[in-house]
């Protein structure tokens, strides 16, 4: 009898094992999501603010504009992200230098020290999930991630990964 996590039997997943794999998403993202929450949570912020602080810790400089085609938010909801991040001192917003419409972001040292609190949180648990799957799993799970994103995405997570930023 096969084996059933062969990658020939892998190819014919029933819609079970697909549940299954769903269900398993939903459980990591509330695992991976739940120590920034809870440091998220003391300063009154969310998610949004979390995903904004990685993203201009990741490429500082980025524009508004760039900012919102990462996050897929309306540009109402990251204002108001944006403004309770600069009002408490950990985002700052320049005017651009050769199109004054543009606005660059960059952290603040408090912005940087608040990322590197909630990506520490999330290395961890990333660094001993992976340690347990050991490397053929986490290329796997590495494929199974970049294939599921949308095209768009997978370029600019691309383009990410390659700038080393």
Do not use: C, W
Request: charged fraction near 25%; charge should be positive; hydrophobic fraction near 40%.
């Amino acid at each position: 009898m096969a084996d059933p996590t062969s990658g020939e039997n892998l190819l014919y997943l029933t819609d079970e094992q697909l549940r299954q794999g769903i269900e398993a998403m939903f459980f990591a993202y509330r695992g991976f999501t739940a120590d920034p929450d809870r440091i998220l949570a003391d300063l009154a912020y969310g998610r949004a603010h979390h995903r904004a602080v990685h993203f201009i810790n990741r490429a500082p400089g980025t524009t508004v504009n760039n900012l919102l085609a990462i996050l897929g938010v309306t540009k109402q909801s990251l204002n108001r992200v944006l403004r309770s991040l600069i009002e408490d001192g950990l985002v700052q917003s320049r005017v651009g230098s050769s199109d004054k419409r543009e606005r660059h972001l960059y952290l603040t040292d408090a912005g940087r020290a608040l990322e590197q609190r909630l990506s520490d949180a999330q290395r961890a648990r990333m660094r001993t999930a992976y340690r347990a799957a050991g490397p053929q799993a986490v290329a796997g799970f590495r494929q199974v991630l970049e294939a599921m994103m949308d095209a768009d995405m997978r370029r600019r997570y691309q383009a990410l990964k390659e700038s080393g930023a």
